[in-house]
């Protein structure tokens, strides 16, 4: 095991030197060949005051390892220390901070910690000390594994979002599915590895990675691909996997607005009508070509393919220039899907005709009611830690102009895909009078640079700004500008006219957005890639983003339940490169110690802030901040240590306890996670049901139950009778319908002429095998043959191409009683038998015709 390493034997031959000294060696040279920083390495051998190349150059330092028997040496970059006999990285007990070009006055003083409240889930091999739980961890590189940057890179930026990272880091039990590829085992695995506090220098996910090419085929190969592509890919699989049913008794969800659903939409909700001008740079599957584009791959300005998995990968500097080969570009998505709209609001996401109707209650008569109105079964309503963290929703209104009739939808959203405005949108949005957003540049830029390196970098930057020609450099674009123009209102009409349901026509419309809910990880993903026809191109210009107080309250909508609309900026991907071919990089902030670092695949760098705010930002994760959550941990930290003796101890969910660690806005008390609906344990969960809550001393189980609500109260943990009774039975129900369908289906095939096929909808039946085979909990609903069917002269007939299969009747009857549904499509009627009196008759005409 990599974490399993004794303290190496090799440091007590180092001398005595200072962070000056190694300071001071890092501005020389190599005393070999005189190469230059950075990377250069300096012997830490006692009185040995060599500094030599690395392998960028010469590796002068390994030769004189090697020529003077010295074991350690140190980067005077990245102040790491490797050890040429274990062959290994170690780590001093009073290692040098990393980063010389911040000064120790501009450091946080704020210590962050994942651990806030004591109470939280405790270390598996004892309580740790002071100095290692504000010791640094997450600062562990990813290799690439072959044009894996795009995948390193985002792994390191949700690496960095406390409430997912604790979540698997805590609620580590919660982490269970039967579902393949069991993607979030894999990416538990290599959170715990990168939080690890004797972190090795970098890893290798070569299991996530395995495990994200069976979900999608189009992460196989060794081709670049899309950071936001594999971001939403992942998310969505770790959602599928560990999501559970929402409670009838919760009610609403936890979060204030959220409406987390099985049927969550991949993509952000991205803004009609300027879809087709700002796509996102996927690489993904010929199946899934853009709207009105060519599928062709660009000209590959590299000349070749990146080198193949597992390959040396030893100069940071060449990954930076390196261009990889581009792969071929699609479209965006569609709209964000809509989620549990009232009924009597109409749903409109487009100009196209709304996709449902409601319809009244009661059976259907005849078949056509069967055919075009046939009932669904009840979808259930899911939740995961994914939703919970990343989910929010958008109130767009649609205003017909001829009728001023509006229609009303909710959207689900996980990302928000932002269009770049160019100098004339800008001038449109400034001079709108909407616009009610005041520029804030004390909130775009920090109090200046500390220290002298910075402060010459950030001077040069703005003088290359100042000289530089307005036409050259093009307008200065904010991130608050790109959420205006996603937010601004679009005009309805020409090819994008709206179809208003009390016009019965299309008509020219007006469309609003406003944010309903807020979530408490805000992923906002910039469009800086074009695809047209025959060309692709990428937007380079710089977009400045807040790193703290980026509020969305002008944006939200009016009716919001969300309270804290402040942002603090957490990590952001970067690409550098073409739309043909690139590089991709994270900056993210250390939770701990509260600095930044550079994510170059397995190098990890301290960085100044300015740095960051220079950076061509592609992806930005922002984390909702709020000084009262802080305060409000701290509170419930000083109830827990005061060891009230108390005569009832109390049970709470582990998960939410996590979420009062680590959100905002935790929401109401939801133990129902591990209730069932009669207030005992489920079966299922029992066995495990130390992983699933933690217990609460009095005093501190009446301070958050006050405060926040929810529950209910726990004092006895005891599995639930009635579920065990419910479950035999749904068992033996079960068995029964197997045996029986399986019995028919062995007749239906013994028989050479069967009297009668019928046809029934692959869809129904699939979802009727994962009931029956206990994959799916909920029975499928009534029969739906809707979709195979086609009237015609009044009667139903199988439709060309259907996605069906033949049943018996017999088999039909069965299921029809059971599950009810139809219609009642037969590919073969029954035929009635022949009497003797039409047999001759057959064969005497059968006689003429041969005799003629």
């Known amino acids: 095991n990599m974490f399993e390493q004794d303290i190496c034997p090799h440091l007590d031959s180092i001398g005595e030197i200072t962070k000056a000294e190694l300071l001071q060696r890092s501005q020389g040279t190599c005393q070999s060949c005189g190469a230059v920083g950075p990377n250069l390495w300096a012997c830490l051998q006692s009185d040995c005051p060599y500094v030599g190349c690395g392998e960028s150059y010469c590796d002068h330092s390994t030769l004189h390892a090697q020529a003077k028997k010295h074991n350690l040496t140190v980067n005077l970059t ?366 775009l830029f920090s109090d200046g640079p500390q220290g002298w390196i910075p402060f010459i970098m950030d001077s040069i930057r703005r003088l290359v700004v100042s000289c530089t020609p307005t036409w050259f450099w093009g307008p200065l674009v904010t991130l608050e500008d790109c959420l205006a123009a996603f937010f601004a209102a679009d005009e309805l009409k020409g090819d994008n006219m709206y179809s208003c349901e009390r016009c019965k026509k299309l008509r020219n419309g007006v469309k609003y957005c406003k944010v309903l809910s807020l979530p408490e990880i805000l992923c906002v993903h910039l469009k800086r890639f074009r695809h047209e026809v025959m060309y692709s191109f990428k937007i380079g210009s710089h977009v400045a983003f807040p790193l703290e107080g980026l509020d969305l309250r002008p944006f939200l909508a009016k009716d919001s339940p969300s309270q804290i609309t402040t942002y603090d900026l957490l990590s952001v991907i970067c690409h550098h490169g073409t739309a043909g071919s690139g590089h991709y990089i994270a900056y993210c902030q250390n939770v701990i110690n509260g600095q930044w670092y550079e994510f170059d695949d397995q190098y990890v760098t301290e960085v100044h802030e300015t740095v960051v705010q220079s950076a061509e930002a592609y992806v930005l994760f922002y984390r909702k901040s709020s000084e009262e959550s802080l305060r409000e941990r701290q509170r419930v930290v000083a109830l827990a240590n005061m060891e009230e003796p108390s005569l009832l101890h109390f049970y709470i969910s582990r998960e939410w306890l996590n979420k009062f660690n680590t959100f905002t806005e935790p929401g109401p008390i939801s133990n129902h996670t591990f209730l069932c609906q009669h207030g005992g344990i489920p079966p299922h969960k029992y066995q495990y049901i130390d992983d699933l809550v933690v217990m609460l001393p009095e005093n501190v189980w009446e301070y958050l139950y006050n405060s926040f609500g ?114 009642e499509i037969a590919v073969r009627q029954t035929v009635a038998p022949v009497g003797q009196d039409m047999q001759q008759r057959e064969r005497k005409i059968e006689a003429e015709t041969r005799s003629l």
């Not at 109409?346 to 996709?355: D, F, G, L, R």
């Not at 065990?724 to 002429?753: S, Y």
């Not at 043959?785 to 191409?801: E, F, P, R, T, Y």
Request: proline letters at 8%; a negative charge; glycine letters at 10%.
């Open 78 to 443: 990245t102040f790491r220390v490797w050890c040429y006999v274990c062959e290994r990285e170690v780590f001093l007990e009073q290692r040098p901070a990393t980063g010389p070009a911040v000064p120790q006055h501009c450091r946080s003083t704020e210590q962050h910690s994942f651990k806030a409240v004591p109470i939280a889930v405790a270390e598996d091999d004892g309580s740790e000390s002071e100095e290692d739980e504000h010791k640094p961890r997450g600062l562990t590189g990813m290799k690439n594994i072959g044009n894996s940057c795009y995948m390193n890179a985002a792994l390191q930026a949700l690496s960095n979002c406390p409430p997912l990272t604790q979540f698997f880091l805590d609620c580590s039990g919660l982490v269970r599915t039967d579902k393949k590829p069991a993607l979030c085992k894999s990416y538990y695995k290599l959170i715990s590895e990168l939080w690890h506090k004797k972190r090795p220098s970098y890893v290798v996910p070569t299991s996530l990675s395995h495990g994200i090419k069976l979900v999608n085929p189009m992460f196989r190969g060794y081709a670049q691909q899309d950071t936001q592509e594999f971001l939403r890919c992942l998310m969505d699989q770790l959602h599928e996997e560990l999501k559970e049913p929402l409670s009838e008794s919760c009610g609403a969800p936890d979060e204030g607005g959220d409406d987390p659903s099985d049927h969550r939409d991949p993509g952000g909700a991205e803004r009609p009508p300027s879809e087709d001008e700002f796509l996102s740079c996927d690489s993904g599957s010929s199946s899934d070509r853009g709207e009105g584009g060519s599928p062709g791959a660009p000209d590959d300005p590299a000349g070749g393919r990146a080198p193949a998995a597992g390959g040396p990968i030893s100069v940071k500097e060449r990954l930076k220039e390196r261009r990889v080969s581009g792969a071929p570009l699609r479209g965006g998505r569609p709209a964000g899907a809509v989620h549990n709209t009232p009924a009597a609001l109409v749903c409109i996401t487009s100009s196209n005709p709304p996709s449902y109707c409601p319809t009244a209650p009661g059976g259907f008569s005849s078949p056509a009611q069967l055919l075009f109105g046939g009932r669904k079964r009840k979808q259930s309503r899911y939740r995961s830690v994914i939703s919970d963290i990343f989910d929010g929703s958008i109130l767009s209104l649609v205003q017909c102009l001829t009728c001023d009739r509006v229609s009303t939808t909710v959207e689900t959203f996980q990302d928000l895909s932002l269009p770049i405005p160019g100098k004339e949108d800008l001038a449109k949005l400034h001079s709108s009078i909407h616009q009610n957003l005041p520029a804030k540049p004390q909130a």
């Open 710 to 823: 929810g529950g209910p109260a726990v004092n006895h943990l005891y599995m639930c009778a009635i579920c065990q009774v419910e479950i035999e039975a749904l068992a033996k129900r079960r068995k029964v319908e197997v045996e029986t369908f399986i019995k028919l289906n062995k007749e239906f095939q013994a028989e050479e002429a069967p009297s009668g096929i019928l046809c029934i909808s692959m869809q129904w039946f699939r979802e009727w095998e994962s009931f029956v085979k206990g994959k799916d909990n909920e029975p499928p609903g009534p029969i739906d043959n809707s979709k195979i069917g086609l009237m015609k002269g009044g009667h139903v007939q199988l439709k060309q191409g259907a996605d069906y299969g033949q049943i018996s009747e017999e088999t039909w009857l069965y299921l029809l009683g059971l599950y009810g549904g139809g219609p």
